[in-house]
């Protein structure tokens, strides 16, 4: 079974920055595709952004282009999220997932997921 674990999360102002972190244990995970998802209150699971394997590949979600920065560990077993200029709409419990498909990571439909971890945004 492969495990991922997030951290990171918390409080924070608008305007602040966080980064979150996603562990992966179990399995190696140099041709995994990684992402994130979020889930506000009231709304459904939302894609955030994903990065291939190699790190050569990154989609972002709109609402968070220019903002959010997905990167991987030089270990290719963790996954970061780099939240700048944080807003109050992106509170939500955040996910980590991996793949070996790309596009499965990008709909959601990804084997892996983790437990969340919470970001709050106050106004």
């Known amino acids: 079974q492969v495990q991922l674990v997030e951290s990171g999360g918390g409080l924070v102002q608008a305007g602040g920055s966080l980064r979150l972190s996603c562990a992966a244990s179990g399995r190696t995970f140099d041709r995994y595709n990684m992402g994130w998802f979020r889930q506000a209150p009231g709304k459904e699971r939302e894609f955030v952004a994903v990065i291939s394997w190699s790190g050569g590949t990154t989609y972002y979600a709109d609402s968070v282009k220019g903002r959010f920065t997905i990167s991987r560990g030089n270990a290719k077993n963790t996954v970061y999220l780099q939240m700048n200029s944080l807003k109050p709409e992106d509170t939500a419990v955040y996910y980590c997932?991996?793949?070996?498909?790309?596009?499965?990571?990008?709909?959601?439909?990804?084997?892996?997921w983790g437990q969340g971890t919470q970001v709050t945004v106050s106004s």
């Open positions: 997932l991996a793949d070996r498909q790309l596009p499965t990571v990008v709909s959601g439909g990804a084997g892996y």
